[in-house]
């Protein structure tokens, strides 16, 4: 049977993927917000996942506001990347895992959520930024994992609580557990922390409320479905809306975690960025 390792949330925003493409790793802008990243190698190279879920949101790419999934799956053999207008290297397509796609819709609709299933899917820098800050020159480092995209809606209202995404979360770990196959998997959660990209409030951020979420989500997760959605965009941001996918991830953990690493680091471009390692119990 599969097994889950741990999760890995980070912020996913585009500039982080322009400083990649030119090396900035120790400029001194960008060094602290890299420097939460060599520990995570390390975690990666020591267990080497097979899979990949990685749970982030469309901005606009994938899907847009006419058709917007509350919840999407992907199902198919690859995921391309495609221009948004932000500069970035589009980058090669990422390997699927349909086998494993269909296995997590087939368990997940029958614990009675409702999932978009996509046989094609083209993936965002909420996708593969994350891919590239945890496994160097993806898709082609040597480790890559086979992987699974989720997409939360988080930009069209009304979105999913905070309580459904770790409902979600606590769903897909079922999912997970039951793949029939020896498998090693690793579940992301990007977005976040608090940033606010529009309107009066752009460059918002709420250290005070990031560190409450940071120090919930470890241990008492259940706490923080307290807030409400309106609460959520008051405290963190419109687009602060992001940590639903950290809540996600949480959820397919379990309640035996070990925090392995955490980074946090104000502002990268708008967004008070974060980085959070947790390794699940054997
Ligand atoms: C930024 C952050 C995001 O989460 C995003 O999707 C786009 C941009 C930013 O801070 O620039
Ligand atoms: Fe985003």
Redesign the pocket.
Known sequence: MAKILGGITT?????VGNAIQNELYDDPYWKPFFDGYPKVHAWIAEHKPDYCINIYND?GLGFFLDQMPTFAIGAAHEYRNEDEGWGLPSLDPFPGAPELSWHIIESMVADEFDITSCQELAVD??FVVPMQLFWPGAPHHPDMPRTVPISANTVQHPIPTLKRALAFGRALRKALLSFPEDAKIVVLGT??LS?Q?DGQRAGFINKEFDQYCLDNIVHNPDELTKISRLELVEKAGA?GT?FLMWMMMRGALGDDVTEITRNYHI?????AAGTLLLECAA
């Open positions: 912020s996913h925003i585009p500039a901005h820098h909420g977005g976040g940033h990209l687009q992001e502002p990268i471009s708008n967004t």
